[in-house]
Nanobody, 116 residues
């Protein structure tokens, strides 16, 4: 299974970006898809997650500003990021987990930079 993330970039505070992640390869019963972020000194933080039935979870720091969605037919996951803040600056990683956590895969990071 391979994950390919795209959509990172640089914006000013208050701006928006949309991240995309495509899952390819032999995909057996994909369940959760998620976005994490990681700065230089802290652990990888779960930003948002969506299950195969559409149930979502957001970290408190992004709730109300970010929206995760997925296209099950195309094995795509998106992260719409609005009202971005400088503290959202990080490398963002997409993640996919198979049913019963039978497998897990990570995409390469994509850098999001928010300037004040």
């Amino acid at each position: 299974v391979q994950l390919q993330a795209s959509g990172g970039g640089s914006v000013q505070a208050g701006g928006s970006l949309r991240l995309s992640c495509a899952v390819s390869g032999i995909i057996r019963r994909l369940n959760f898809m998620a976005w994490y972020r990681q700065g230089p000194t802290i652990h990888r933080e779960l930003v948002a997650r969506i299950s195969s039935d559409g149930t979502t979870f957001y970290s408190d720091s992004v709730k109300g500003r970010f929206t995760i969605s997925r296209d099950n037919d195309k094995n795509l996951v998106y992260l719409q990021m609005n009202n971005l803040k400088p503290e959202d600056t990080d490398v963002y990683y997409c993640n996919a987990i198979g049913i019963y956590s039978s497998w897990e895969a990570w995409g390469q990071g994509t850098l999001v930079t928010v300037s004040s």
